[in-house]
């Protein structure tokens, strides 16, 4: 087992990383910006090296500075935590050619997954079903409507190395198809440096539900049930939970087996993601994410296993601790993420945190670098806590869901808690009957 690890992130999820570590007798080592010198994951773990200014690119995104402090500290191994430099293969790379352990898969996994293509091929080998769509990029506006007319209309535009939304564009017909495909293919230029696109058939009111799996990097694999993650503004999550309304017993089997079945196939190493989208009771594989993600601990909630414990011991080169058999599922689990954004416009809302105090009790959980005192730097991503609620129903998650909600004072700046609380008390959530689109149109982004 590692002695020493190095947290190559910030906020919430550096403190749940350090956590993890501790009960496991691995002393940490924090890395923080000029910006984070007072943040709590500095605060709390054993050893701290700044590693840059401000701006994520000087620091959190820094290779050669993180590889530096990795040296200094004399660490065994690098957790990169979500976001940042997670699914950065270079990184991965570096990491290990530097003599530590990357804290996550392969770099060819992590390379395979980041090529939207590839990872819906791969997911095509390993009996995935996928939404129709082109085989490869497509490269002519020709090509465009001729996958359309035979597929129907709508079609969606998608980026090659895309994912989170950014370059897609939704195509209806014919005559909307010579503008979409530049458009698509300029923004995903200026977003990924790579205007490759390719297509699929646009489905009009999925829901998103994920799959978490674990594989052991030779041949052992197991699924962690899914997460249901519809609620979304703009591409951003903003509550999930785990099990999901919509599935039955028998459709909810099926997609654990089939992702399990996967990852033990790729030789899967580490903590993953399998994203689809369900729609009419069908699933369709979109993305494979090869990090540990934000609303994992629902997850944890739900199955009562620590998701960074067993990434560290795999990553040791511990086997499985775990087989299919062991993991029972066990009740309900809402996370609401808490962003420091006004909760009616979503503007940023850095500043000094003057009140703190989380709620607690049975079933509640909550991950945050808050303290009463802290000023929250404006550089950053705007989630500044996650409520984790869980109870043996979905009923009795959703009453101490807003009980907690009612608890929750972080005075001084503006959160989404009231957000939170108006999603909570529509008839339609509390039937579990939404999509992704169910959330925008609430707030009103959406008709
Ligand atoms: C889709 C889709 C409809 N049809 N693909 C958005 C981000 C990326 N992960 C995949 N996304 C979508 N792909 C087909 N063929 C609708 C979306 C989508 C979406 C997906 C999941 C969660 C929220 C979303 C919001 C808008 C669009």
């Known amino acids: 087992m590692f002695d020493k690890v190095l947290i190559a992130n910030r906020g919430e999820i550096a403190l749940r990383i350090h956590r993890a570590c501790r009960e496991m007798g691995i002393q940490t080592v924090a890395v923080h910006s000029t910006a984070d010198s007072d943040a709590m994951h500095v605060r709390l773990a054993d050893e701290s090296v700044c590693i840059g200014p401000p701006p994520a690119r000087d620091s959190y995104l820094n290779i050669p500075s993180i590889l530096s402090a990795a040296t200094i500290a004399g660490v065994d191994a690098i957790h990169p935590g979500y976001g940042f430099l997670s699914e950065n293969a270079r990184f991965a790379e570096a990491v290990e050619a530097h003599g530590f352990t990357f804290i996550g898969p392969t770099a060819e996994h992590i390379r395979m997954m980041g090529d939207k293509i590839v990872a819906k091929q791969t997911a095509q080998e390993l009996g995935l079903p996928l939404v129709p769509g082109s085989p490869g990029p497509v490269g002519s506006l020709g090509e465009v409507v001729e996958l359309g007319e035979k597929i129907g209309w709508p079609v969606l535009i998608k980026a090659v190395a895309g994912g989170g939304g950014r370059g897609m564009k939704v195509v209806n017909s014919p005559d909307e198809a010579a503008e979409a495909f530049s458009l698509a293919r300029a923004e995903a230029k200026a977003a990924f440096s790579n205007d490759s696109v390719y297509l699929e058939k646009y489905l009009g009111a999925p829901r998103h539900i994920e799959i978490q799996v674990l594989g052991d990097g030779r041949g052992e694999g197991v699924h962690l049930g899914e997460r249901d993650c519809s609620l979304q503004r703009r591409h951003q999550k903003v509550l999930e939970e785990a099990p999901s309304p919509a599935l039955n017993a028998e459709q909810r089997a099926k997609i654990g087996e089939l992702a399990a079945a996967a990852v033990r196939k790729l030789k899967y190493r580490g903590a993953g993601t399998m994203e689809f989208l369900f729609q009419d009771g069908e699933f369709y594989f979109i993305e494979m994410n090869t990090r540990l993600q934000v609303e994992h601990p629902i997850t944890e909630a739900v199955t009562g296993i620590d998701l960074v414990r067993e990434q560290i011991r795999i990553a040791a080169g511990g086997p499985l601790a775990l087989s299919q058999k062991d993991i029972q599922f066990h009740g309900h689990a809402i996370e609401c993420r808490v962003n420091a954004e006004n909760p009616e416009t979503f503007t940023p809302s850095p500043g000094k945190v003057i009140d703190y105090h989380p709620p607690g009790g049975l079933g509640v959980r909550v991950d945050s670098g808050l303290y009463a005192g802290y000023s929250i730097p404006p550089f950053y991503d705007s989630m500044v806590a ?50 992704i689109h169910w959330l925008e149109k609430l707030v009103g982004l959406k008709k």
């Open 386 to 435: 996650k409520l984790i609620v869980s109870g043996p129903s979905r009923n009795e998650c959703l009453m101490r869901l807003r009980r907690s909600l009612e608890e929750f004072v972080i005075g001084g700046i503006e959160t989404t808690i009231p957000l939170h609380q108006k999603i909570i008390q529509q008839q339609e959530f509390i039937d579990g009957e939404y999509n």
